[in-house]
């Protein structure tokens, strides 16, 4: 589960969330670029290539998709509050 308490300041306001580099916890975003390069309508990469939630997904198929990017994120850097 990522660490809610490390989210990153550029994430869109919602559930879905991505935390800091900078995690104490070991589960920051590592700039991998998977789920940017996957879901580009809904995450985004900062200028140091980390990523944020840019749009939170409304639909159910794109609330599949960022949950897919979820299982995806080797340090499990993504978060769903919802
Ligand atoms: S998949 Fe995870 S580690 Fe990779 S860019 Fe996205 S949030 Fe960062």
Redesign the pocket.
Known sequence: MANSEMKHPANAPGPFY?TTYNDPEGQG????????TAAPEF?SEDSEG??YVSKQPETDADISLCRE?MD????V??GDDG
């Open positions: 991505v975003c590592t700039a991998c670029t998977i789920c940017y995450f980390y990523a990017q995806a994120c080797p340090p850097a993504i």
